[in-house]
């Protein structure tokens, strides 16, 4: 079996937050959904746990908050699509769904990315890269 990825962060409005990445084209696990936390598929190997602050603080040690993403960077997510054209398709409905530009695109010939900050502030890159540049 394949190694799965389960990424987890804070949301402030699930609801919010799940039609946001719904508009991105994601799809939620709702076996593993609930007023509190909501399982985000990225793939069938990927997959993000939204949780509430409440929520999130079950898997925390009493020592440590969960970041606030609008002023601290804990993580950058990225993600890979497969053209530049998807870039900006990705980018442009994240946009349109209430993210805002994290930075200017950036372009190396043999890739090419966009970031954008989420409705809470996590970072994310949607990137595109010619897989006959990279060497094995």
């Known amino acids: 079996m ?36 909501a399982c985000l598929v990225i793939s069938d190997t990927i997959y993000c746990m939204l949780h509430t602050p409440t929520s999130i603080k079950r898997f925390l040690p009493p020592s440590k908050a969960a970041a606030d993403a609008t002023k601290h960077t804990e993580v950058l997510l990225a993600f890979s699509v497969d053209s530049r054209d998807a870039v900006e398709a990705a980018y442009n409905k994240a946009i349109a769904g209430g993210a805002t530009e994290c930075r200017p695109a950036d372009d190396h010939g043999f890739m090419y990315s966009r970031s954008f900050n989420d409705l809470d502030g996590h970072i994310w890159e949607v990137f595109w890269m010619d897989q006959k540049a990279v060497q094995g």
Request: glycine residues 2%; without cysteine; negative net charge.
């Open 2 to 37: 394949p190694t799965q990825i389960f990424i987890n962060m804070v949301v402030s409005d699930l609801k919010r937050s799940m039609s946001f990445f719904q508009q991105l084209g994601w799809t939620f696990n709702m076996q593993f959904t609930n007023d509190d936390a």
